[in-house]
């Protein structure tokens, strides 16, 4: 029998309908965090709904921290009972309980953009299944999406809504600070907006004229040693920029760089 493709999450205002166990783990995790006063930020589809109002069909629960904390949040959970891994020191913890996980994440898999306590201090009162907690402010979400341009996921239609929702009241000095160098993808992320958008003046025009004119710099005094960047937003869609035209893969320099890097679990004692 041909395998059964699972079908895309459609966006909707239907809360996503979560198993009895896997509502459990998310609320256990969120609630030993809470008594252990974990520096953290719920990111993923909860924050899109606050902002938005938008639901999306999930599997995990996303957990912002810096990566210092991770190893710590990972030992109470041990002593807990949860099973935690490390899937990439650079960015990705995963909590485990049966089929069902938590992620803790501390940047972008590219390692361009890392999370600081700065984005726990932002964020914004919520609840999450029904416990107090707190999701990413627009600023950071936004941030942390500009980089999802996968073959697989692409995370272009959530960035539009978030302007589109929240734009008017949004710090855009914190974001424009947030993607430092690499202002042109968020400049690529606000020009989907305007063609998705084009009525909505939720973008400032001090935003506009200042990309545009640093965009307009570029194309009339181009870098002729500017690096290759496609495997910053996928690797394996520009492998053969890498592999065999022999550009440079500025991901390897940006992951080696990434500082701090999770560290390793003490595991508690049997």
Known sequence: MPEQVKPLPVSSSEPPRFAPEQEQLFRAVLQLFNEAKIPYVV???FALHEHTGIWRDTKDLDIFMSA??????????NEHGFKTEICDPVWLSK???????????????????????SWIDRASEAEVLGIPTKVLAPEELIASKIFVAFRERFDGADTAHIVYAAGNTMDWSRLLSLVGEHWEMLLWSLILFHYVYPSASAVPMPVWDELLTKFRAEIENPDSKAPFRGSLIDEKMFAIDVHE??????????????????????????
């Open 245 to 270: 035209w022999k550009l440079q893969n500025v991901i390897a320099g940006y992951r080696e760089q990434a500082d701090p890097k999770i560290g390793e679990v003490t595991e508690p004692a049997a």
């Open 43 to 45: 990111s993923g589809a």
């Open 68 to 77: 210092d904390q991770v190893a710590p949040s990972a030992e109470i959970l």
């Open 95 to 117: 909590v485990r309980q049966g089929e069902y996980f938590v992620d803790l994440i501390s940047g972008m898999s590219n390692a361009v953009i890392r999370v600081d306590q």
